[in-house]
C-alpha cells in the first residue's frame, strides 16, 4: 500500500528525492506520514514526518536544515527532499502512515503501515 522509491547512489554533498505513494484504501489523506532509516547494523530511527494536514513538519536533529518533506494530497504522495547528503546518510529509508499520536511522531510503533524501503548510498 505504500510504495517508496528515489533512491539511489550520490556523491557526498548531493541531493535526493524521496517519494512514497500511496495505493489501495484511501488513507492517505487522514494519516500522518513519516521517513524513518535503518543501517546496516543499526537500529531503525526517525527522519522526518509530516501531519495529515501538511500543515506541521518534524525533523531529526541529524537532518534539520538539509530535508525537507512535503505531501500532495492529490497525488497521495509524500516526498523527501535530501540536499547536503553525507556518508552517515547512507541506510534504507522506509515511508510509513498512520494515525500518529500527539508529540509522537518519531515513534515507529505509531505508524500502522509502511513501505519496503529504497536503498540511499552516499559516497564520500
Known amino acids: 500500500q505504500l510504495q517508496a522509491s528515489g533512491g539511489g547512489l550520490v556523491q557526498a554533498g548531493g541531493s535526493l528525492r524521496l517519494s512514497c505513494a500511496t495505493s489501495?484504501?484511501?488513507?492517505?489523506?487522514?494519516?500522518?506520514q513519516g521517513w524513518f532509516r535503518q543501517a546496516p547494523g543499526k537500529e531503525r530511527e526517525f527522519v522526518a514526518a509530516?501531519?495529515?494536514?501538511?500543515?506541521?513538519?518534524y525533523y531529526a536533529d541529524s537532518v534539520k536544515g538539509r530535508f525537507t518533506i512535503s505531501r500532495d494530497n492529490t497525488k497521495d504522495t509524500v516526498y523527501l527532499r535530501m540536499n547536503g547528503l553525507k556518508s552517515e546518510d547512507t541506510a534504507v529509508y522506509y515511508c510509513?502512515?498512520?494515525?500518529?499520536?500527539?508529540?509522537?511522531?518519531?515513534?515507529?510503533?505509531?505508524?500502522?503501515?509502511w513501505g519496503q524501503g529504497t536503498q540511499v548510498t552516499v559516497s564520500s
Open positions: 510509513a502512515a498512520g494515525s500518529v499520536g500527539r508529540g509522537r511522531y518519531s515513534e515507529p510503533v505509531d505508524y500502522d503501515y
Open positions: 489501495g484504501r484511501s488513507i492517505f489523506s487522514s494519516y500522518a
Open positions: 509530516i501531519s495529515w494536514s501538511g500543515g506541521t513538519a
